[in-house]
């Protein structure tokens, strides 16, 4: 298995998320645009979610060579993204957003089907690969938070565009697995998608992702409303993802012990009291602190067990798909409803009851896995 190869391509695909959620945000407002226009355009990036991965997945299926899409969707995104140096406005910024993302957001489900084909029968181990993503945005977070403050949120586009082209270099070293056989009699995309336990999977994810809108679109600027500087916010992004990789680290325990269903369900739980904290008691550090400990469980284990569970259910002819689902309908659907109701919500209610508002999202979304997730799906 290549290990370092595969880890390498987490690195630099997630260290792309450490630059444009915790500050395009600050780019944008930079750029003189309100809170509802920065809610439609970091929705741009979620939205985009919801085609793309089942465009690029019902390809990787049928053609067999994932590697060349994520190489092709990679390549693709450096080229487009340039363009941003040329845009002014928001209808221009928005059309190369939606460009790029259309094909970046392509790369990472075809690419967890190629770990996994990898793993084999030790999906278990999938967090001791996927933490290297988790390393790459602590350290792009950490890094581009100093630089910002020093030299301004103009410093996020040669950034992200230097990253982008890192990630498609990091795709050339992984060559495609060895094609697997398809299971005999494998029951159709229709009949699995219409098992409860499948709808209420969905759901669930979908609502996580809903609620985390105001912490992707707001979280920078509302601390640094608050008067903490870019590199304290910088900080405390990675101080989350930081936890988040302590728990790659004994993820497959986690699993084994208590299983996805579980897991997601207390995942979803402690997302609802992470918001709660951010919104009510964003003047104390020491509470901000918890909180951000907190994303361990608001994407690492909810992440690792919806990944699990995927692997579980969508198998064979359909493992393109299954993966290009989860990501659609909950970091594509669920992202974009998040950020799009975030901006709204940010100028009408104001920051406190939009966090609010979000832990009673992650509350229902529990009560959803807890209602239609069985035990023996998960």
Do not use: C
């Amino acid at each position: 298995m290549p290990y370092w190869r595969l880890s390498g391509f987490y690195f630099f695909y997630f260290a792309l998320l450490g630059a444009l959620i915790p500050y395009w945000g600050l780019f944008l407002r930079d750029r003189g645009f309100d809170p509802v226009a920065i809610g439609e355009l970091m929705a741009i990036l979620m939205a985009t979610k919801i085609v793309a991965p089942n465009v690029w997945g019902w390809l990787g299926d049928h053609l067999g060579h994932r590697m060349l899409i994520v190489r092709l969707a990679s390549l693709v995104s450096v080229l487009v993204f340039a363009g941003m140096y040329l845009a002014e406005g928001f209808w221009s910024i928005a059309l190369v957003m939606i460009l790029y993302s259309f094909f970046w957001n392509a790369s990472l489900p075809q690419f967890e089907a190629v770990t996994f084909s990898y793993l084999k029968e030790r999906a278990a181990r999938y967090a001791r690969i996927r933490v290297w993503g988790s390393i790459g945005f602590i350290v792009t977070v950490v890094v581009l938070g100093a630089l910002v403050e020093r030299h301004g949120p103009e410093m996020v586009l040669p950034a992200v565009l230097s990253i982008f082209l890192l990630i498609w270099l990091s795709s050339m070293l992984v060559r495609d697995p060895d094609p697997e056989p398809h299971p005999t009699g494998q029951q159709s995309l229709g009949t699995i998608l219409r098992r409860p336990a499948i709808i209420g999977f969905f759901m669930a994810v979908f609502l996580m992702q809903v609620s985390h809108g105001p912490y992707y679109a707001f979280y920078s600027i509302f601390m640094k409303d608050q008067g903490y500087s870019e590199t304290l916010i910088g900080q405390l992004w990675a101080l989350g993802v930081l936890a988040e990789v302590g728990l790659f680290v004994v993820m497959h325990h986690l699993l084994y012990r208590f299983g996805a269903r579980k897991v997601l369900i207390a995942s979803l739980l402690l997302g609802a009291l992470r918001w709660v904290l951010i919104g009510g008691f964003a003047d104390s550090l020491a509470l901000l602190l918890l909180a951000q400990l907190l994303h361990a469980a608001t994407f690492g284990t909810f992440h690792a067990a919806g990944i699990h569970l995927v692997n579980q259910h969508f198998r064979g002819r359909h493992k393109g798909r299954g993966q290009a689902l989860y990501s659609s309908v909950s970091f594509g659907a669920g992202g974009a409803v998040g950020s799009l109701a975030a901006g709204y919500a940010w100028q009408g209610l104001g920051p406190e009851m939009s966090y609010a508002a979000a832990g009673a999202v992650a509350l229902a979304g529990a009560l959803v896995a807890w209602r239609w997730i069985l035990d023996r799906e998960g």
